[in-house]
């Protein structure tokens, strides 16, 4: 059982709907990241939260919208997005630097 | 250059074989280093920080070579459990504790 908790675990959407992915820590970690891996590509960092603030944003575009409401929730809200977009899209959290990373579960995202 | 790099194998090796991985990445002031596994469609998980005295867990060793910006996994007696790719993970020196990732080395252990 992981301590942090991705929902849902696979989404297919269009390019025009609009949807949240949502991940959740009982960990006590001051950090949050989302991570999207795609085939036969290391791991992209997206985002990176610290005390429910963003403290990076890794060039990511304007249709992937993350959102930090307590150290414990982390969401990304979709929107408009593109084939390519499609993913695995995974949440870590971390006590902060020099830590590693526990991940969720990720989601499997599909754009058809 | 990228910033961990990684032979992406796959290292195919018989039961009780042992086996090494190596990694290498640019910023000289990275200040932590892991080895996370990650078998096929599930998250990635750690499986040991990697100290600067080299540690050991197990049939796992992992050393790490500062001067050359070198990091190195050993896997002894291997087992058909141990199937999996192995990423290379680097902490970039910034205070959001942000981790970089190697591609990952794929190893298939045969009987």
């Known amino acids: 059982e992981t301590g942090v908790t991705q929902t849902p675990r696979h989404l297919v959407m269009g390019m025009t709907n609009k949807k949240s992915l949502k991940c959740e820590q009982h960990?006590?970690?001051?950090?949050m990241y989302w991570y999207k891996q795609s085939a036969k590509k290391p791991l992209e960092l997206m985002f990176v939260y610290n005390f429910k603030e963003q403290t990076e944003n890794n060039s990511v575009p304007s249709r992937f919208s993350p959102e930090c409401p307590n150290s414990s929730h982390l969401f990304l809200h979709l929107h408009t997005l593109q084939p390519e977009d499609s993913a695995l899209y995974l949440c870590a959290s971390s006590r902060g630097q020099n830590y590693g990373y526990t991940f969720g579960s990720g989601t499997r995202l599909t754009v058809v | 250059r990228k910033e961990v790099e990684q032979d992406p194998g796959p290292f195919n090796v018989p039961e009780g074989a042992t086996v090494a991985f190596n990694c290498t990445y640019s910023?000289?002031?990275?200040?932590?280093f892991f080895w996370y596994r990650q078998d096929c469609r599930k998250e990635p998980k750690l499986l040991m920080s990697v100290y600067s005295s080299g540690n050991e867990d197990g049939r796992f060793t992992a050393q790490l070579n500062r001067a050359s910006q070198y990091i190195s996994l050993l896997i002894r007696d291997s087992k058909l459990s141990d199937s999996a790719t192995y990423l290379c993970?680097?902490?970039?020196?910034?205070?959001?504790?942000?981790?970089?990732f190697g591609q990952g080395t794929t190893l298939q252990v045969k009987p």
């Open positions: 960990l006590g970690h001051n950090a």
């Open positions: 910023n000289s002031a990275s200040q932590s």
């Open positions: 993970v680097v902490n970039m020196a910034s205070n959001t504790g942000k981790l970089i």
